[in-house]
């Protein structure tokens, strides 16, 4: 794409695009630098107010628990108490319990009297309390006649009057919604516990004298489970419930703050300390609020309009789109007229390069045309010789081959006249083994006719002993028995002689049949070997002429070879005498290529290229 373009173009494109991303990146880095700082400034300045809420909030809690533990050892205080313990401090409506309220109230009215001057006619809020959690006295109540319990919502006061006793000081749900509560314990002069004293803040004033710029806005929620104990919040128009989880408290401007605030926030604030959101010009942050035990009981959102700091970011991001358009002016002006002064006489100097280019092409392609033309029919000729010449030599394999195979032959005819003649000697030497055991079988035959022979004679001889062992009585029995065994013997010596008299006769015929085949085979043995032999005589003759012919093929092959070295060095000449003419026609090409490229640089390439 970039090869389409003028050379004017081609330089001014990579200035353009190194100066636009330049500029993209300075404003991309000034922009982050610059939202990064305003950014840092007002996660400081949300810091510094949520650490200026705490302090304040530590500090009316400190105060509260200061007048607490001031009262607690005041001498008419622990009067009061010890006629409280003369009664009953168990029963609501005890008499010393309503004296001890008297005594109390007679010794405070003088002190809230002068309290109301100085904090412009609020209230001095002591409660006391005396154990487990029983309410004593409500000292900014004009009537209390009777010590309620406290158990089922007060856990600091049950928590106080348990274990050591130790002061408690923070923030506690009570029926109003939050307040600040300092704690102290009540001691008698032998240090018995007697109860506690509590005086009480408000927690919204608090919050509210901590905003002191009209662009913080402040909301408070309080945990949904708290409103069995806050039953002053239970009022749906005012403290509506949002998310189903928290209950609005009250806030420093509800049209700004309510339209804002989502649960959502409020809950990321529940479960991880702290939550941050910009809706618009706005920024949100959230922190839990914590009960004086450290349990989350409610979230305080603290809203900033930041609409300041954001306008003064879009006039910063627009000063840096205009510094880069100067830069991108300031740059590409100067080069434009510095590019078009190279051009111009660069284009005359391609436009005469170009011609000549045109006719040093035209004289290179006629000389290449003849030289190849030239080379074509020397290469054919050569091409046919070769060809020839490959031809004869496939002959002369073959007919080496073949005159090969019949030496071959010759030496296998020779080693199977070997063989037969050693078979033929083999079967005569078989024929007379034959002949042996022909005769020897004869001989066992005789033998075993003599045997049979002699059992009969013993046979004979048996019986006879048998007879005279008979007319001799009883002196001759032990002849007789041994002449019957004799008798048995020699009977079954002739049944052995006959038995082997029939094997043998049947070995002599088989003998016979064999000797007889045998010289079947040495006749057939004898006629084999002389057909090999006369095969032999005969494939001689055909190796001798096969010899002949390889010879004759050879010189052949030689002349031909020798014409072919002559026609190739031919084709190879011509040959380079058209690689020349080529080479000269290439470098016209090159030439014309490059005045073409040098043009294009100067000019660009046509779209359609």
């Not at 609020?289 to 009981?297: D, F, L, R, T």
């Not at 074509?376 to 031809?391: D, H, I, K, N, V």
């Not at 380079?576 to 290439?586: G, I, N, P, R, V």
């Amino acid at each position: 794409m970039l090869n389409r373009r003028k050379l004017g173009a081609r330089i001014l494109a990579p200035v353009v695009v190194v100066t636009v991303l330049f500029s993209i990146v300075l404003f991309l880095s000034g922009n982050t630098l610059i939202e990064r700082t305003i950014r840092m400034s007002l996660n400081d300045l949300i810091k510094a107010k949520l650490a200026e809420i705490d302090v304040a909030l530590d500090r009316v809690a400190g105060a509260a628990l200061g007048q607490a533990a001031l009262f607690s050892r005041a001498n008419p205080v622990l009067e009061a108490y010890a006629t409280a313990y003369r009664g009953n401090i168990g029963e609501a409506s005890d008499p010393s319990m309503e004296s001890a309220r008297q005594q109390l109230r007679g010794y405070f009215n003088s002190i809230e009297t002068g309290y109301r001057d100085v904090f412009n006619g609020n209230h001095l809020r002591l409660h006391f309390h005396v154990p487990p959690a029983r309410s004593l006295l409500r000292l900014w109540k004009k009537k209390q006649d009777q010590s309620d319990d406290l158990s089922g919502f007060r856990e600091a006061i049950l928590a106080i009057s348990k274990g050591k006793h130790d002061p408690i000081k923070g923030i506690e749900v009570g029926r109003g919604g939050f307040a600040i509560r300092g704690i102290a314990p009540i001691h008698s002069v032998d240090g018995s516990y007697l109860g506690s004293v509590e005086a009480l803040s408000d927690f919204d004033p608090v919050v509210k004298d901590s905003v002191s710029d009209d662009r913080e806005y402040l909301a408070v929620y309080m945990n949904k489970e708290h409103l069995t104990i806050a039953t002053g919040l239970k009022d749906q128009k005012n403290h509506p419930v949002l998310g189903d989880a928290f209950v609005f408290v009250n806030s420093t401007r509800r049209e700004v703050t309510d339209p804002l605030i989502r649960a959502s926030l409020l809950e990321e604030s529940r479960v991880n300390g702290k939550a941050e959101q910009v809706m618009g010009d706005y920024i949100l942050t959230a922190v839990p609020i914590k009960s004086y035990s450290g349990e989350q009981v409610g979230v305080m959102a603290y809203v900033y309009d930041a609409r300041g700091p954001f306008r003064m970011l879009k006039m910063i991001r627009a000063g840096v789109v205009g510094l880069c358009a100067l830069l991108l002016l300031g740059i590409v002006g100067p080069l434009v007229f510095v590019v078009r002064s190279i051009t111009s006489p660069l284009k005359r100097v391609i436009e005469a390069l170009n011609l000549s280019s045109m006719q040093v092409l035209d004289a290179s392609t006629h000389v290449a045309s003849a030289s190849q033309s030239l080379a074509q029919g020397a290469a054919e000729q050569a091409a046919g010789l070769e060809e020839a010449s490959a031809t004869l030599t496939e002959i002369a394999t073959l007919a080496k081959e073949n005159a090969t195979h019949s030496q071959s032959t010759v030496d296998l005819m020779n080693a199977t006249t070997r063989a037969g003649q050693r078979a033929n000697h083999s079967m005569g030497e078989l024929s007379q083994s034959m002949t042996d055991i022909r005769q020897a079988s004869e001989k066992v035959s005789r033998i075993i006719r003599t045997i049979d022979d002699i059992s009969f004679q013993t046979n004979l001889l048996a019986l006879n002993a048998a007879v005279e062992a008979a007319r001799a009585g009883e002196a001759g029995a032990g002849f007789a028995v041994v002449a019957e065994q004799v008798r048995n013997l020699a009977t079954q010596a002739a049944e052995a002689a006959r038995d082997s008299s029939s094997s043998i006769e049947e070995t002599v015929k088989k003998v016979q049949t064999g000797g007889e085949l045998l010289e079947s085979a040495m006749e057939a043995f004898r006629e084999l070997t002389g057909n090999v032999e006369q095969a032999e005589v005969l494939i001689k003759d055909v190796a001798g002429a096969s010899g002949e012919q390889a010879q004759g093929v050879d010189q052949i092959h030689s002349a031909i070879s020798e014409m072919d070295g002559v026609v190739q060095t031919n084709a190879a000449n011509a040959e380079e005498s058209a690689a020349a003419a080529h080479e000269l026609s290439d470098q016209a090409g090159q030439m014309e290529s490059y005045v073409k490229e040098l043009s294009v640089i100067a000019n660009g390439r046509p779209s359609d290229a």
